[in-house]
């Protein structure tokens, strides 16, 4: 059977076309490109993950109940602002796993050390606190945590993911 040369054009271009289709379903089935930095901007309750310059996640936020000033000293309830990494990850947390930042810097230190005041610590981006994924979203309608910045425990999920120690945190006002 000979088959006329319209119709193996087109044969050809349909297997072309599969082809291509089921390599782009693979592409897209690959793991997720991990965060090569994170920025949090405070005053908009936003925190974005990057890759090679690229926002690849954004997350809605909660944060300090001290208010959006920067946090000064220990207990002030505030949220860090400046240059930090992620340190340590904890799977064991009082809230749903914590990605640990590496606050205070010695510029944070030195700062309270002139104000004769501990520059306090323990300021992660964490879930909820366990028992209480039940919120969700609706934890970002107020700034509820010590200091910490927090988004929900699915949110938490893809971050633990995607965030690799070492990661190059900036907290901007």
């Known amino acids: 059977m000979h088959w006329p040369e319209r119709a193996t054009k087109r044969l050809a271009n349909l297997g072309l076309t599969v082809l291509l289709g089921a390599l782009g379903a693979r592409a897209s089935d690959a793991a997720p490109q991990k965060a090569d930095s994170i920025l949090i901007l405070k005053k908009d309750h936003v925190m974005e993950l990057f ?96 200091g910490c910045v927090a988004v929900t425990d699915s949110e938490m999920d893809e971050m633990w993911n995607l965030v690799p120690l070492g990661t190059p945190v900036e907290i901007r006002p």
């Open 51 to 146: 890759s090679r310059g690229e926002v690849i996640r954004t997350y809605k936020i909660a944060l300090g109940r001290g208010g959006l000033e920067p946090k000064q000293r220990e207990g002030d309830d505030r949220t860090p602002e400046g240059h930090y990494t992620i340190d340590s990850r904890n799977s064991a947390s009082r809230f749903y796993k914590a990605l640990h930042i590496s606050y205070p810097s010695a510029e944070d230190r030195k700062r309270a050390a002139k104000q004769g005041m501990a520059p306090g610590g323990a300021i992660m981006i964490h879930g909820l606190p366990n028992g209480m994924a039940w919120l969700g979203a609706t934890q970002r309608l107020y700034d509820w945590t010590a």
